[in-house]
């Protein structure tokens, strides 16, 4: 590998799309992946997200303007170079019976062995050490069609590791993923791309995952101009809130996260402290109420009594619940009351 | 250490199979309607005289041909069913899915039916030049139809629009077939469908001068395409990715693939099942998706399959010689459907 401090993967004036008679789907794209950045691009669904992911691993050839790989451009070199360059974890399932951890890791040794692929003893020995990275050791022998999706994700991330190519691309590797799993994932590529000095580039639509963890982002959405910068500046400059901006949706600067507007939200008092109250509170936003520090006529008292809970409309106590469920199912039925009653 | 051990269980399964192939061949060569004793045909494999020239005559002339020709469809027929079923990435492609047999079919019934209709000669009874002439027919219409499945690959991105044009090719010249055999005499529509039966004894050693080198080009060739079609177990993306040219993969798949139906079904009729069956029972066996191991496995497994099925149709005690179509999916067939339930309750 050449030193991949030199280099970097980027675009110039660069333009994607499909075809040639449709107007591209994006234009004027003009990033830069270096060597050890972990990059997130972050768009909603039908954003282009995978176009340009396609477009900057070489799959789809750019409408306009240039992809470069260090010194290279990317029309210029052949498949078997363009390999050495850069490799890709994509959204094609894998499903091969009797296709071990390892056979699938060493197929990203392709672009060093000879004719027959044979691999020699130090591709043999990069492949283990990748299984190993990814935490897949002990599961070498293991065939992929018994393991999970998030093991086979980390066994593509692998083959991607022996390739050695200076940026890894992939196509939302966490989608069908559960929790644990997108998390360790994520935190899988951030750390390799710093250890290992690779630049890695992701697409996702989990805003909050990305904000917390990519070195930087870039921002896609449909009939705007890419948004690039670290996730902070992006929040202060507000560039999240009109990326995501839908109806009944609204990303909150403070906290980092999605909102969900209810048109008209009635307003509660929440009084008590502690993480008791803050989750009561969440949950109450939750489900249509505007949770208030100010005195209204509504109120929720967290203590610490067995029954924690309990509901006071004009100062007057209407219950004591022990879970947050049983309060919001009581409220939710005495609210029902009061209103009818008025 | 598990791997050793499979590496292990590689190694016995492929000496197993070498000696079940040697056998196989071995049998073929003594056992048939004429009785010559073991002593004989052992003395005449090691190239010594045997006094009786009948004998002599028969294991020359008919069995060793007809034991070659066997070895040799089984491996090839496989290997270009182990092609397909990686290329296009489905457990039901078979060397026919692209169209060729069809074609093979399509031009053999031109031949026999079309001339018997207008020229109103019975190929069937021309002997030696007839069938001659069905084999080059076959041939013909097999390599027109992989031209045309070719010329169509270098325009069509999507291989699983490759596979939608080659059974489509199989249902037209199904229909043009139907349709010659609608306008021909009984005796014509004999001849065509003995070809389709399948036979592995039609091939003389003149004619075994253009099936061996064919079929060894496609077998050797088979063994070249180890890297690309390792490769392309990941799909065509993972394999561009990884630095294939995948354009000239196709091509060269499907030349070999084509290469090695055209000829074999030229001259042993459309010999079905070997070449869908054998890489399941391969890969059972052998419990891996590596190609460097199931090239290799699969031409060893079906040329000793094919064995066993000409064994099996020229049992003593059968007037001649059963269609080898009939034995292949008889036998055949239930041991994929086995294999398969095996499979399912172990992964289950």
Not at chain 2, 116 to 136: P, V
Not at chain 2, 238 to 258: D, F, P, Q, W
Request: glycine share 8%; hydrophobic share 50%; charged share 20%.
């Amino acid at each position: 590998m050449e030193n991949p401090d030199t280099l970097s993967l980027r675009t110039d004036n660069l333009a994607v799309g499909y075809d040639k008679i449709n107007p591209p789907l994006h234009q004027d794209i003009n990033v830069k992946v270096k060597a050890g950045e972990f990059i997130c691009l972050l768009g909603p669904n039908g954003a282009g997200k995978s176009t340009l992911i396609k477009t900057l691993s070489g799959f789809l050839k750019p409408i306009n303007g240039s992809v470069w790989y260090g010194e290279d451009k990317i029309e210029d070199i052949s498949e078997a170079h363009r390999a050495k360059k850069v490799s890709v974890v994509l959204t094609d399932r894998v499903e091969i019976q009797n296709l071990t951890v390892f056979e699938l890791v060493a197929l990203g040794r392709t672009p060093y062995t000879g004719f027959f692929g044979k691999l020699q003893k130090e591709d043999v020995d990069k492949v283990h050490k990748a299984i190993e990275e990814v935490g897949l050791a002990g599961y070498a022998n293991k065939s992929i069609d018994k393991m999970s999706d998030g093991e086979r994700q980390k066994a593509m991330v692998a083959k991607a590791l022996v390739q050695e190519t200076p940026f890894i691309i992939l196509d939302e590797p966490a989608a069908f993923l559960d929790l644990p799993a997108k998390i360790e994932i994520m935190q899988l590529l951030r750390r390799l791309s710093h250890e290992k000095k690779r630049g890695i580039l992701l697409s996702t639509h989990d805003l909050e995952m990305a904000l917390q963890i990519a070195d930087k982002i870039w921002l896609l959405a449909q009939g705007r101009t890419l948004q690039k910068g670290i996730p902070e500046d992006l929040v202060l400059s507000n560039d999240f809130k009109c990326f995501f901006e839908r109806e009944g949706i609204e990303f909150d600067n403070v906290t980092g996260t999605f909102l969900y507007h209810r048109v008209e939200r009635q307003q509660i008092t929440i009084k008590g402290t502690g993480l008791a109250s803050t989750w009561v509170s969440r949950a109450l936003y939750r489900v249509g109420f505007e949770p208030v520090l100010k005195e209204c006529d509504w109120q929720i008292q967290v203590s610490n009594t067995s029954k924690k809970y309990s509901i006071h409309f004009k100062e007057e106590l209407l219950g004591e619940y022990a879970s947050i469920e049983a309060l919001l199912e009581e409220l939710g039925k005495q609210e029902a009351l009061v209103k009818n009653f008025q | 250490m598990q791997k050793g051990e499979t590496k292990q269980r590689k190694r016995s399964a492929f000496i197993l199979l070498g000696i079940s192939l040697f056998v196989l061949f071995v049998l073929n060569i003594s056992l048939g309607s004429v009785y010559i004793p073991f002593q004989a045909v052992v003395k005449w494999m090691f190239g010594f005289q045997i006094s009786n020239e009948i004998w002599e005559n028969i294991l020359m002339k008919s069995r060793l041909p007809q034991a070659v020709t066997a070895l040799l469809a089984g491996a090839g027929l496989a290997a270009g069913g182990l092609q397909m079923q990686t290329l296009f990435r489905n457990p039901l492609a078979g060397p026919s899915i692209l169209g060729i047999s069809s074609g093979a079919g399509l031009g053999v019934a031109i031949v026999v039916l079309l001339f018997g209709a207008i020229q109103g000669i019975s190929l069937a009874g021309l002997g030696w030049f007839g069938s001659l002439t069905i084999t080059a027919a076959a041939f013909l219409g097999a390599i027109w139809v992989l031209f045309m499945v070719l010329f169509l690959a270098r325009k069509l991105k999507n291989n699983a629009m490759l596979l939608i044009v080659g059974i489509m090719v199989g249902y037209a010249s199904s229909a043009i077939v139907g349709l010659l055999q609608f306008l021909s005499t009984k005796e014509d529509i004999q001849s065509f469908v003995v070809w389709g039966l399948g036979s592995f004894n039609n091939l003389t050693w003149d004619r075994h001068t253009i099936f061996i080198p064919m079929v060894v080009i496609g077998l050797v060739g088979s063994l070249f395409l180890i890297k690309p079609l390792n490769v392309l177990l990941l799909g065509e993306n993972y394999a561009a990715n990884l630095g294939l040219n995948i354009k000239r993969s196709r091509l060269s798949i499907l030349v070999i693939t084509g290469l090695l139906t055209a000829t074999i079904t030229a001259f042993c009729g459309p010999v079905a099942f070997l070449g869908l069956a054998v890489p399941h029972l391969s890969k059972g066996i052998f419990k891996t998706a590596d190609h460097s191991v199931l090239i290799p496995a699969v031409m060893l497994f079906g040329g000793a399959l094919a064995l066993l099925c000409h064994l099996i149709a020229r049992m003593p005690g059968f007037d001649g010689t059963l269609p080898i179509n009939a034995v292949t999916s008889l036998i055949g067939a239930p041991i994929v459907v086995s294999v398969i339930l095996k499979r399912r309750s172990l992964t289950q």
